[in-house]
């Protein structure tokens, strides 16, 4: 027996108008008499009177409804309860980031957690060369990522920021001292690029393997991780892209960030399973993006 059909049957029973009750269940009254009858066939006798002028309780209808109001009640107090749970933002929230906790990754914690003093998060690393198995396998309920994200089970926010890159060069490379590369100039660096289960398309966004001229960019091996990279490149092994904010986590000695002018701006958000989506997830993507807009008008 269909829940839609004991729903309509008891609001019918309090209308004792097919118009108003279909107003009530925002059904139309056509729909409502095809409940009724599907109902009547199921119990096999007919639970309402109908006239042109009236609708009343058969005495089936009305023993029905006193034997059934109790279960109905109880049963709609706990889906309207769990409606309620399912809204609120409580427990603990896992978010993957990637690499670095940069200040947009660290700043919209800290704005969550100041609207949601219920629910804890907890930060998971999540490897450059692999951004969204830990999300479809459930180790992370959203995750910081890259945009645009193509990816038909997946679902993202909006931009947190936009960004430009700096390539990243050993201090004995011939390009480290300059001010700024053109992206053109990428032809002549091989870069470093990812080992890993990550889709063509982030791939091409960490290492590109052409310029926008289409100019081949050499390819200077492979890694999993930042760290894996930052150590090839300190080695003079090749040269590899970050976003400005994250070669400013990773300033060292042995590393020079050069700027790269005509790349496509690095933009920065939020992933999450499109099936997987909770109440504590959309409040976190509220949250970074109210935090990053926050940001943004502090700094223009």
């Known amino acids: 027996m269909e829940f839609r059909e004991l729903e309509c049957f008891i609001v019918l029973s309090e209308e004792l108008h097919f118009?108003?009750?279909?107003?009530?269940?925002?059904?139309?009254?056509?729909?409502?008499?095809?409940?009724?009858?599907?109902?009547?066939?199921?119990?096999?006798?007919?639970?309402f009177d109908r006239t042109s002028r009236r609708v009343r309780l058969t005495p089936l209808?009305?023993?029905?409804?006193a034997d059934l109001r109790p279960s109905y009640d109880g049963l709609a107090g706990a889906v309207s309860r769990a409606k309620a749970a399912a809204r609120e933002v409580t427990g603990v929230l896992r978010v993957g980031f990637l690499a670095t906790p940069t200040d947009v990754v660290t700043g919209s914690v800290r704005a969550f957690e100041r609207r949601n003093p219920g629910c804890a998060v907890e930060l998971v690393e999540i490897p450059l060369s692999d951004p969204f198995s830990r999300l479809r396998t459930g180790q992370v309920d959203i995750a910081f990522t890259l945009l645009p994200v193509d990816e038909p089970d997946l679902a993202t926010?909006?931009?947190l920021?936009?960004?430009?890159?700096?390539?990243?060069?050993?201090?004995?490379?011939?390009?480290?001292?300059?001010?700024?590369?053109?992206v053109e100039e990428?032809?002549?660096?091989?870069?470093?690029?990812?080992?890993?289960?990550?889709?063509?398309?982030?791939?091409e966004r960490i290492a590109p393997s052409v310029t926008p001229s289409g100019r081949p960019i050499p390819l200077a091996g492979r890694?999993?991780?930042?760290?894996?990279?930052?150590?090839?490149?300190?080695?003079?092994?090749?040269?590899?892209?970050?976003?400005?904010?994250?070669?400013?986590?990773?300033?060292?000695?042995?590393?020079?960030?050069?700027?790269?002018t005509g790349l496509p701006?690095?933009?920065?958000?939020?992933?999450?399973?499109?099936?997987?989506?909770?109440?504590?997830?959309?409040?976190?993507?509220?949250?970074?993006?109210?935090?990053?807009?926050?940001?943004?008008?502090?700094?223009?």
């Open 19 to 47: 118009a108003r009750t279909a107003e009530r269940l925002y059904l139309s009254p056509g729909r409502v008499s095809q409940l009724m009858r599907s109902l009547e066939t199921r119990i096999g006798g007919r639970l």
């Open 61 to 65: 209808g009305e023993r029905f409804l």
């Open 157 to 159: 926010g909006g931009g």
């Open 161 to 182: 920021n936009h960004v430009s890159h700096r390539l990243g060069l050993s201090v004995r490379h011939p390009l480290a001292g300059r001010a700024g590369i053109g």
């Open 186 to 203: 990428l032809a002549s660096v091989p870069l470093i690029g990812l080992d890993g289960p990550a889709p063509r398309s982030w791939q």
């Open 223 to 260: 890694v999993a991780t930042t760290q894996e990279g930052l150590t090839q490149v300190a080695l003079n092994r090749g040269g590899m892209l970050f976003c400005t904010p994250t070669a400013a986590q990773h300033s060292r000695p042995d590393i020079s960030f050069v700027p790269v």
């Open 265 to 300: 701006a690095s933009i920065f958000g939020l992933a999450w399973v499109k099936g997987r989506e909770t109440a504590a997830v959309r409040a976190f993507n509220e949250a970074a993006v109210g935090q990053a807009a926050t940001v943004e008008a502090l700094v223009a």
